[in-house]
């Protein structure tokens, strides 16, 4: 029995306009089975965020940053970076998904070793144009507040809450799988 990777987390990391230290999550996207490991999920892209900042400093950074960092022999994290300072990262299961079932083997699902960058372009490519296409709203407004004003009740920093949006990033989060060139 093999796995093939597949995403367990995306995050959309925006700059606040008014401070340059400010990274705060915009929207967060799990996939089974870490449904409930948005806590886990959070330390991994704050985390990941460190490395954007020392691979932005040291050079001129690509859109395209790929591998980011891996977690463990599971979990791998991966980024894009838009022009507009927006960070996009996608956390990768390499044990994701069974390949291909068979009842005579037991034995358990091993992890793919790794994923080429390029395997991950298509995957970007659809959340950056999702993000686009939110942006395009006339209807949603981007806020230029600061945290602490858009803390909600919970005192939590508001996020991207249209519905439509997590509906896509969801959608791309199961569609991809290594291999596939678009979605």
């Not at 209807?139 to 920093?157: D, I, M, V």
């Amino acid at each position: 029995m093999t796995a093939t990777p597949s995403i367990a987390c995306i995050g959309i990391i925006g700059k606040h306009v008014r401070t340059t230290k400010a990274d705060e999550p915009l929207h967060i996207s799990l996939f089974p089975p870490h449904e409930e490991q948005e806590l886990d999920m959070s330390f991994i892209l704050n985390s990941s965020l460190d490395i954007f900042d020392i691979r932005t400093r040291a050079k001129t950074v690509d859109q395209d940053l790929g591998l980011l960092h891996a977690v463990d022999e599971r979990l791998a994290a991966y980024g894009w970076l838009t022009n507009t300072g927006i960070k996009f990262i996608i956390i990768v299961d390499m044990m994701g998904r069974l390949a291909k079932e068979e009842p005579d083997d037991k034995r358990k699902a091993q992890p793919i070793v790794g994923l080429r960058d390029a395997e991950m372009k298509p995957a970007f490519r659809a959340v950056q144009t999702a993000y686009i296409q939110l942006m395009l709203n006339p209807f949603f407004t981007p806020e230029e507040r600061t945290p602490l004003q858009l803390a909600n009740s919970n005192g939590r920093p508001a996020t991207i809450t249209s519905k439509k949006f997590a509906t896509e990033l969801q959608r791309i989060g199961h569609a991809w799988s290594p291999g596939v060139t678009s979605i």
